[in-house]
T-cell receptor
Framework: TQLLEQSPQFLSIQEGENLTVYCNSS?????LQWYRQEPGEGPVLLVT?????EVKKLKRLTFQFGDARKDSSLHITAAQPGDTGLYLC?????????????FGKGTLLTVNP | DTAVSQTPKYLVTQMGNDKSIKCEQN?????MYWYKQDSKKFLKIMFS???????INETVPNRFSPKSPDKAHLNLHINSLELGDSAVYFC?????????????FGSGTRLTVV
């Protein structure tokens, strides 16, 4: 079973601060995705990374896939209250079912004004 | 609007009842999924259908039965509901290339069994 460990589980910061969320596994993933979920809604895809070492930027969010494709990070610069939400990483298996997305347990981010 | 829509949004029912949750997507995706999110926000896959064919069936009690009448619809029927079934159930879809291009999720059905 492929598992994704996210850290930290909870994060409360002030507006303007920077933060990094980590997603780690002992398994190799063929791709890794990050989602954000707001209360009462389903997760919304932020980014997909597929190549080891890949870095993608989405405005103030920077996503990185580890060289060995076993880990990923999400860095937010100058966090804003609108960034508040549950951040989930999810991976698709390497050599396994390409239809199954395995989720981490999430990082609940609160950005205080 | 192109989306994954599921109904109802909220479902409160007594133990032992049978209930269904419906899901429809108009994105033209070939694969649909049911996920369960527990009270700790952990999302776990239950089922997946590709073009009406069951391709993933995780360890789920057989009281849960998915049905896909066509590739745009995936419904979930639950028999003899138990307290432990209380959770938020999400429907999702992805293109036939698989989930590498990302899932599109519905907004969830909060099931409360009393």
């Amino acid at each position: 079973t492929q598992l994704l460990e996210q850290s930290p589980q909870f994060l409360s910061i002030q507006e303007g601060e920077n933060l990094t969320v980590y997603c780690n596994s002992s398994s190799v993933f063929s791709s890794l995705q990050w989602y954000r979920q707001e209360p009462g809604e389903g997760p919304v895809l932020l980014v997909t990374v597929v190549t080891g070492g890949e870095v993608k930027k989405l405005k103030r969010l920077t996503f990185q896939f580890g060289d060995a494709r076993k880990d990923s990070s999400l860095h937010i610069t100058a966090a804003q209250p609108g960034d508040t939400g549950l951040y989930l990483c999810a991976g698709t298996g390497s050599g396994g079912s390409n239809y199954k997305l395995t989720f981490g347990k999430g990082t609940l981010l609160t950005v205080n004004p | 609007d192109t989306a994954v829509s599921q109904t109802p949004k909220y479902l409160v029912t007594q133990m032992g009842n049978d209930k269904s949750i419906k899901c429809e997507q108009n994105l033209g995706h070939d694969t649909m999924y049911w996920y369960k999110q527990d009270s700790k926000k952990f999302l776990k896959i239950m089922f997946s259908y590709n073009n009406k064919e069951l391709i993933i069936n995780e360890t789920v009690p057989n009281r849960f039965s998915p049905k896909s009448p066509d590739k745009a619809h995936l419904n979930l029927h639950i028999n003899s509901l138990e307290l432990g079934d209380s959770a938020v159930y999400f429907c999702a879809s992805s293109p036939n290339s698989g989930p590498r291009r990302g899932y599109t999720f519905g907004s969830g059905t909060r099931l409360t069994v009393v």
